[in-house]
């Protein structure tokens, strides 16, 4: 499909394109690190592993945080990846843009300053996408305070 062909993938959800945050006033209710947490608390909650929240503001232009996490097989990577956008438009009002929705190996899900890797065991080690960004400081739960200041 398309990127912003107005069509449904085949778990339903339409790809949206252009920017996650359509309305500017929604980016003052809420911080971008609040976004990545909540993401990754979804990721955990379907039983996704090795769910990792990498803060990257200081080092790239166009994103803030990068929550990754890794999906054992496509069925619980479409879970993972239909929750996550259902919980962020509940919780934050957004909708995000998504790249692989057909792909078993590696789904984005993007949200603008936040962007959501799925990755299968095999796409995880294959692009090594922690390794890439190394220099980036990880984000544990209670560090949210400290991270929207």
Not at 44 to 50: D, I, L, T, V, Y
Not at 108 to 123: C, E, N, T, Y
Request: net charge negative.
């Amino acid at each position: 499909m398309a990127r912003g062909s107005g069509q449904s993938s085949k778990i339903g959800f339409r790809v949206i394109p252009g920017p996650a945050a359509r309305n500017p006033e929604l980016a003052a209710i809420f911080e971008p690190g609040d976004l990545a947490l909540a993401a990754a608390s979804v990721a955990e909650s379907k039983q996704a592993g090795a769910v990792v929240v990498i803060d990257i503001r200081d080092l790239s232009p166009f994103c803030s945080y990068f929550v990754i996490a890794t999906a054992s097989n496509p069925r619980l990577m479409d879970t993972v990846m239909r929750e996550t956008l259902i919980q962020m438009k509940q919780r934050f009002g957004i909708t995000g843009t998504v790249e692989g929705a057909d792909s078993e190996e590696w789904r984005l899900i993007d949200f603008g300053q936040v962007a959501i890797h799925l990755f299968s065991p095999d796409g995880r080690r294959f692009y090594q996408i922690e390794k890439l960004w190394h220099d980036a400081p990880r984000v544990e739960a209670g560090q949210v305070a400290a991270v929207t200041a």
